[in-house]
């Protein structure tokens, strides 16, 4: 239901952006949210937005990443900047119902 993109590999202190899309409406789903899982870690939450446009962040990423959402595309964004090597992980977008396949961010020099 969820297809994400915009991964790849990016040195430190660089940037990427993710992108969700949904294949049907998201505007009716209140929380939209990623979640990223390094190798051999759990899975972690990253970042969630309301349908009014609220926004959270966990304390990691805080500062440098921004998530937003666009409901006329059904689309859901994640701009990660100032990219540390502990970002590489792979990224999920989702909501409460459903996540996306993946997609890998490597933060390597």
Avoid: H
Avoid at 20 to 35: L, R, V
Wanted: charged share 15%; aromatic share 10%; with cysteine.
């Amino acid at each position: 239901q969820f297809v994400e993109s915009g991964g790849g590999l990016v040195q430190p202190g660089g940037s990427l952006r993710l992108s969700c899309a949904a294949s049907g409406s998201i505007s009716s789903i209140y929380n939209m949210a990623w979640f990223r899982q390094a190798p051999g870690k759990q899975r972690e939450w990253v970042a969630t937005i309301t349908s009014g446009g609220r926004t959270d962040y966990a304390d990691s990423v805080k500062g440098r990443f921004t998530i937003s959402r666009d409901n006329a595309k059904n689309a859901v964004y994640l701009q990660m900047n100032s990219l540390k090597p502990e970002d590489t992980a792979v990224y999920y977008c989702s909501s409460p119902n459903s996540w996306g396949q993946g997609t890998q961010v490597t933060v390597s020099s």
